[in-house]
């Protein structure tokens, strides 16, 4: 299965955007990049999915490397309510079960 | 919609006792799974379906047990608990096919293994 690499933990300050890395250098043709998000307490939250081409949605945006093999979360206001830990995911079309790594444990500060 | 339900939401065993946590879904969904979340710790799959009567192991299979006999409802069945299966069990569902879809998750079940 195709891994992702995350940073433990990020910090950010509120109501500038942040940028969350994920690195999949051996994520194949068929594998989609999913991006989750778990608010303390609470079962993960879908936030935006992508395969080759950038992506925006109300919640944020995701920025694809042309080799496809790291990807960008990009929050572009972080609120407190944003923070959460945010988990990059390869899901592939054929099968698509998901397998969650450790996340980067997002920190918003006032 | 109701989403993804699961109940109960905590649940307190003695080592060897059995039980079912029970998921249940709105959607129509075809896919659904069960994960589970240890402190500090990513979800890792126990086991998925890809439709009525169809289930497969995921990373950590062993001791639960799954069936599909509906659409509606995924339950997890713990033969006999052991505390290293103290932990927070997550149920998820979403549509399935060539495309990517999102995961709809309930709200867990704490479990705690005495």
């Known amino acids: 299965d195709a891994k992702t690499t995350q940073p433990n933990s990020m910090e950010s300050n509120e109501e500038e955007p942040v940028h969350l890395p994920c690195n999949h250098s051996?994520?194949?043709?068929?594998?989609?990049i999913h991006w989750y998000r778990q608010l303390p307490s609470q079962g993960p939250e879908y936030v935006i999915h992508g395969l080759t081409s950038n992506v925006n949605n109300r919640m944020a945006s995701l920025a694809i490397a042309e080799d496809r093999k790291s990807s960008t979360l990009i929050l572009h206001r972080a609120t407190l309510r944003d923070a959460a830990v945010y988990y990059c995911i390869l899901r592939d079309a054929n099968n698509n079960d998901m397998r969650f790594g450790a996340g980067t444990r997002l920190t918003v500060k006032p | 919609n109701a989403g993804v339900t699961q109940t109960p939401k905590f649940q307190v065993l003695k080592t060897g006792q059995s039980m079912t946590l029970q998921c249940a879904q709105d959607m129509n969904h075809e896919y659904m799974s069960w994960y589970r979340q240890d402190p500090g710790m990513g979800l890792r799959l126990i086991h998925y379906s890809v439709g009525a009567g169809i289930t497969d192991q995921g990373e950590v299979p062993n001791g639960y047990n799954v069936s599909r006999s509906t659409t509606e409802d995924f339950p997890l069945r713990l033969l006999s608990a052991a505390p290293s299966q103290t932990s927070v069990y997550f149920c998820a569902s979403s549509l399935r096919g060539e495309g990517a879809y999102e995961q709809y998750f309930g709200p867990g079940t704490r479990l705690t293994v005495t």
């Open positions: 051996t994520i194949s043709g068929t594998d989609y």
